[in-house]
């Protein structure tokens, strides 16, 4: 059910009449998605993937997606698992040596398909994917959109994988440019990352594409939309005392997810303060991280949820008082940052790019790496004078009507159909720049 009468869902016929009027009439396309990663896995790229299965489906076409032998299962989708590597049974976070045996079991499934099956586009996630794709695209002749989440350099150097400078690092750089200047089409999550492909990688602007991460309104929507004892009784059972202001975060729990500076700020916090809690929903590195609160002398102000299923994310975020993302990429997707503003939440992130483009000007920004700066944003929001306590309602609501206005999965189904056209030269239009998204400084 829409929340409080802000949207209609969008029916299959609604879209379908919205993309005739976008586009034009379309055929029925047959994709196969590239997934690289343990699909499903509730974070990150693995929401991105599972929505734009979900609206292409939804649109009347047929996805496959190819995918690692280990993750969840998703009902609605035709999911085709790579053989299993008896060494490593479990998920692939992030980058790790075993990906290359992962990727090459990848490989050989896509070939399998490919020779099997008839597809009319490959649409490969990450730059694995778009190497895999892009090969044997050439091979059978098969268009290949690129969906770029994030530097594959960058990410590996932020996970500490790379060393600067390398002799690795130059032979990956050379790598990644290559793959970004092959793929007839590139889809990005960010401006910012639009931006980087084409004044650091040499991409033809035209084959650039900005398709952000998006949300689902009707699903993650805000707190009083539910039962308030529904909601009681949830933070009741998760331990979380009733005189706290919560914080909650949702995410992979990593270094560059900045997810150690959120407890060191939460300790700045506390300090002051007993009355603030942290909701802090994800994994890997689970005990690390509980080690790191105890450390910090902070464990009993912080929850742990481990893993959280997508399905129960809503309700879970509805407790909050404050959303944070303290991710520091500068090309990364931060889709959580829509999830917090669909429920309308006072959002505090680091000031980057990404983040302004998501959250526009009614996010609490700090400095990027920057505890002091974090911790004021939270406490800010935590706990407002009376005179800032009506513009944190109003951010917060104007943040779910961004949300709604620009960041349905609707609108971004519309535009990979498009380009699917294009790359097949169903389409005469040769122009990919997505302006339609909001800019960097909105």
Known sequence: ???????????????????????????????????????????????????????????????????????????????????????????????????????????????????????????????????????????????????FQ???????????????????????????????????????SSTQAAHLLVSEFGCVPERVRVLPDCVNADVFRPAASYDPDSLVDLRRRLGIPMERRLIVYLGLLAEYQGTGLLLEALQ????IRQDAHLLLMGFPNLEWHRARAEALGISSFVTFTGRVPYEQAPILLALGDVAVAPKTSRTEGAGKLLNYMALGLPTVAFDTPVARQYLGTDGL???????????????????????????????????????????????????????????RGDSKVSAMTGQSWPAVHD
């Open 365 to 423: 920004l700090a400095e990027p790496g920057d505890v002091k700066g974090l911790a004021d944003r939270l406490h800010e929001a935590l706990f407002p004078t009376p005179a800032m306590l009506s513009h944190h309602q109003a951010s917060g609501h104007n943040l779910r009507q961004r949300a709604i206005r620009y960041f349905g999965w609707e609108k971004a189904g519309c535009q990979m159909v498009e380009v699917y056209r294009q790359v």
């Open 150 to 188: 994030g530097s594959l350099t960058d990410e590996m150097l932020d996970h500490g994988f790379l060393r600067q400078g390398s002799a690795f690092h130059r032979y990956l750089l050379s790598l990644e440019t290559w793959l970004d200047r092959s793929a007839p089409a590139v889809l990005t």
């Open 268 to 271: 700045r916090i506390v300090q």
């Open 1 to 147: 059910m829409p929340a409080h009468g802000e949207r209609a869902v969008v029916s299959g016929i609604g879209v379908d009449r919205m993309i005739q009027e976008s586009v034009g009439p379309t055929r029925s396309y047959r994709v196969l998605m590239l997934a690289p990663t343990s699909f499903f896995a509730d974070y990150g790229c693995h929401v991105r993937i599972l929505e734009e299965a979900r609206i292409l489906q939804q649109l009347g076409h047929r996805v496959t997606i190819a995918t690692y032998h280990n993750g969840g299962p998703v009902a609605e989708l035709d999911i085709r698992r790579t053989l299993p590597i008896p060494w490593r049974r479990d998920y692939e976070v992030g980058s790790s040596r075993h990906k290359i045996a992962f990727d090459a079991l990848l490989g050989w499934k896509t070939l399998e398909l490919l020779a099997r099956e008839k597809y009319d586009v490959i649409h490969a996630h990450l730059h694995e994917g778009a190497l895999i794709g892009l090969v044997l695209g050439r091979l059978f002749r098969r268009p290949v959109v690129f969906d």
